[in-house]
């Protein structure tokens, strides 16, 4: 049996579908490959979006040798052995290692000599952003490039590229019929595969095998429910995280939970999102209502002792609850404000009379809980509270306290 993905593999940055940012006459990519310059890269995107089929392509225009790894099964000697091979060649390799961010440390540190003197060519791909797995001095040495799903535009148009080539690879595989595909197949092979080309096409092959006509009930007996993106893979996982995020900070419950679905469905672990959601309360709702930190808090220890299934309720209701907090940024925008200054250069000295020990200092509670001194030597600014939820409350007490001092 042919692979179609194989089969059906890309030669050239012009066949490649969906990543025209890269593949474009003028992007960047293109134009170093194409001037033979490119240097060390790693790209990073959903599965089946064309990380190999780029890294395969680029070793074909710069006319290199092309080898390809894994790194969970990486051997340290393998790599030393086409260094060796390579050491006095005119010709470099292509170096192309796959799931990059599982890389040991030594594994990279195996890597820098022959990235620092270009003795070798290194393309790395995850799904996840790698460098946040890289060492610093792998990140220095190299170019990051990210990869999107495929639009369904995109898919579609490689569907009936396939299908136009059904003779060939009927051909390869000793079959006489071409394939024919119904118009609700080809809706739910584009639908069904979440931006993943490779899924779109293992799938056409497996139901080629059943019958060369692909039927719409042939399909969903191979694939009942549609793939969703995932939320692992790097671009969708950030994507969602921020749809579910502003969805809440725009107080919209349905979005709200819609997203979370979408987080659970997609694999993501239930501390990932309930620690989002403990930032979230205190970066948009903060003291509107000082409450939303100790649901959200309480949700983290749930679902770090319950997990799934049932994490998803706790979920749902500190979602749901945060949309319907009054929001309040005043926290954030405060300490980002003084942060801002310490940094441009703001560093005051300690009035004398608040420094350890010091017999000048009053102390409130004698003076009825409020007495005025100075706490700073210059005076500041960055706290701006709200008239939102308790915040105003907050704001009142503040301004009334210091009013009849």
Same mark, same amino acid.
């Given at each position: 049996m042919s692979d179609?993905? %194989?089969?059906?593999?890309?030669?050239?940055?012009?066949?490649?579908?969906?990543?025209? %940012?890269?593949?474009?006459?003028?992007?960047?990519?293109?134009?170093?490959?194409?001037?033979?310059v490119l240097?060390?890269?790693?790209?990073?995107?959903?599965?089946?979006?064309?990380?190999?089929?780029?890294?395969?392509?680029?070793?074909?225009? $710069?006319?290199m040798p092309f080898y390809e790894f894994n790194a969970t099964s990486l051997k340290i000697e393998q790599l030393r052995k086409i260094f060796d091979q390579y050491k006095?060649?005119?010709?470099?390799?292509?170096?192309?290692?796959?799931?990059v961010h599982r890389l040991a440390k030594n594994q990279q540190e195996v890597l820098l000599p022959v990235m620092e003197n270009n003795s070798v060519l290194i393309i790395g791909a995850s799904t996840e952003?790698?460098?946040?797995?890289?060492?610093?001095?792998?990140r220095s040495r190299s170019m990051l490039f990210e990869l999107y799903n495929i639009s369904n535009e995109a898919l579609a148009n490689l569907l009936d590229k396939a299908l136009l080539n059904s003779n060939l690879i009927c051909a390869v595989r000793n079959e006489e019929v071409p394939l024919g595909c119904q118009e609700d197949a080809k809706e739910?092979?584009?639908?069904?595969?979440?931006?993943?080309a490779r899924a779109m096409l293992k799938l056409l092959e497996f139901a080629s095998n059943l019958d060369t006509d692909i039927t719409l009930k042939n399909l969903k007996a191979l694939r009942p429910n549609a793939l969703s993106a995932g939320s692992s893979e790097a671009?969708? %996982?950030?994507?969602?995280?921020?749809? $579910?995020?502003?969805?809440?900070?725009?107080?919209?419950?349905?979005?709200?939970?819609?997203?979370?679905a979408?987080?659970?469905?997609?694999?993501?672990?239930?501390?990932?999102?309930?620690?989002?959601?403990?930032?979230?309360?205190?970066?948009?709702?903060?003291?509107?209502?000082?409450?939303?930190?100790?649901?959200?808090?309480s949700c983290m220890t749930s679902v770090s002792k319950i997990g799934y299934p049932e994490a998803r309720i706790i979920l749902a209701q500190a979602v749901i609850y945060l949309c319907a907090s009054p929001k309040s940024n005043s926290s954030y925008k405060a300490i980002n404000k003084a942060l801002d200054s310490v940094k441009s250069g703001t560093h005051l000295d300690i009035p004398k009379n608040i420094t350890q020990k010091n017999e000048n200092y009053l102390y409130p509670h004698d003076y009825g809980g409020y007495v005025q001194q100075d706490y700073l030597s210059k005076p500041l600014k960055f706290v701006k509270l709200k008239n939102i939820g308790y915040e105003k409350k907050m704001k009142d007490w503040i301004n009334n306290l210091t009013r009849f001092s």
């Open positions: 179609f993905t %194989h089969l059906l593999r890309p030669n050239n940055f012009d066949d490649l579908v969906g990543q025209e %940012h890269l593949t474009s006459s003028d992007s960047p990519l293109r134009v170093l490959c194409e001037k033979n240097g060390h890269s790693f790209f990073f995107g959903p599965a089946g979006c064309g990380k190999t089929s780029i890294a395969r392509i680029i070793a074909k225009k $710069m006319n006095n060649a005119l010709q470099k390799p292509l170096i192309f290692i796959d799931e952003n790698p460098f946040f797995s890289l060492t610093s001095a792998i739910y092979l584009v639908a069904s595969s979440g931006g993943d671009g969708v %996982h950030y994507d969602l995280t921020s749809a $579910m995020i502003k969805s809440i900070r725009g107080s919209d419950m349905d979005a709200g939970i819609y997203y979370l979408r987080l659970i469905d997609g694999g993501e672990s239930a501390d990932f999102i309930a620690r989002r959601l403990v930032i979230l309360a205190s970066e948009d709702i903060g003291n509107a209502n000082p409450q939303a930190l100790t649901l959200t808090t």
